[in-house]
């Protein structure tokens, strides 16, 4: 199995933001969006758009199904793990979302 080269372009400062943006999602990603510097690195408006997505998706489904405990935790850490991935340079491709993204032009 062969893995995409890491951009020489992102800087670690982009990894970490977008690192921070999953795991902090939807806090950071709009922070993001009103950083000029941040908003328009490719690298982090794409996984920017796709984790403040996720972040709105996964408030609504916690708050359903605040009664168990164990879905919003589950949910942070499958965000927490996309996360880790971008940070690491690896594509990150959600199911729906991405796609969802992709096709509104915002990734």
Known sequence: MSEQPVDPNISS???LWVLLAYVFSPIIPIILMLMEDKKNR????LHNAQALVLGVVAMIISTITSITVC???????VMIYYGIQA???KP???PVIT????????A
């Open 99 to 106: 796609d969802f993204c992709k096709n509104q032009g915002w």
């Open 71 to 77: 879905l919003p935790l589950i949910i942070w850490g």
């Open 13 to 15: 400062d982009d990894k």
């Open 92 to 94: 990150v491709v959600i």
């Open 42 to 45: 490719p690298y982090i408006k």
């Open 87 to 89: 940070y690491n340079g």
